[in-house]
């Protein structure tokens, strides 16, 4: 699994809307939220996904980009972020490329909860690990504020 104080890997893929993303791209621009969830519809990480929504103007004023993995298809993954309004990125990951990418394959091959905070520099500035969805926004929050995105 990746740690803090390492490079967060590069990839690139295409969102839930069709789009190309590639990580790279952010750096030097904005900070990047990058979180891992286990699967679109599930009690979990529904509220995971909404309190990623209501914190989205804090994370943007603080010039932080979130963006949403799991291992579900592009339908899917479409349906997850239109239904909860999510004015961040969904990137399905059915292949579980990115989620091997990052060491955080679990039970099924789904994405174990995993954060990720990536600082301007390309790598990884925090890590949180938790079954619970409220410590991955609380937490990359208090870093964020409290860091300059390196």
Excluded at 4 to 27: C, H, I, K, Q
Excluded at 78 to 95: A, G, K, N, T
Aim: net charge neutral; glycine share 10%.
């Amino acid at each position: 699994m990746v740690e803090a104080g390492e490079p967060a890997p590069d990839f690139e893929t295409r969102d839930s809307e069709g789009n190309l993303f590639r990580l790279s791209s952010y750096r030097g621009e904005k900070v990047v939220v990058l979180y891992f969830f286990p699967k679109c519809f599930t009690p979990g990480c529904d509220l995971e996904a909404r309190g990623f929504r209501e914190q989205f103007p804090t994370f943007e004023g603080s010039h932080a980009q979130v963006v949403g993995v799991s291992a579900d298809d592009a339908e899917t993954a479409r349906s997850f972020r239109q239904h909860f309004q999510l004015p961040f990125p969904v990137l399905p990951d059915p292949e579980r490329r990115v989620i091997e990418l990052y060491g955080v394959k679990g039970l099924l091959g789904l994405a174990k909860r995993t954060t990720f905070l990536i600082g301007l520099d390309g790598k990884v500035v925090e890590k949180v690990s938790s079954m619970r969805p409220a410590p991955h926004i609380e937490q990359t929050l208090r870093r964020l504020k409290g860091s300059d995105g390196r």
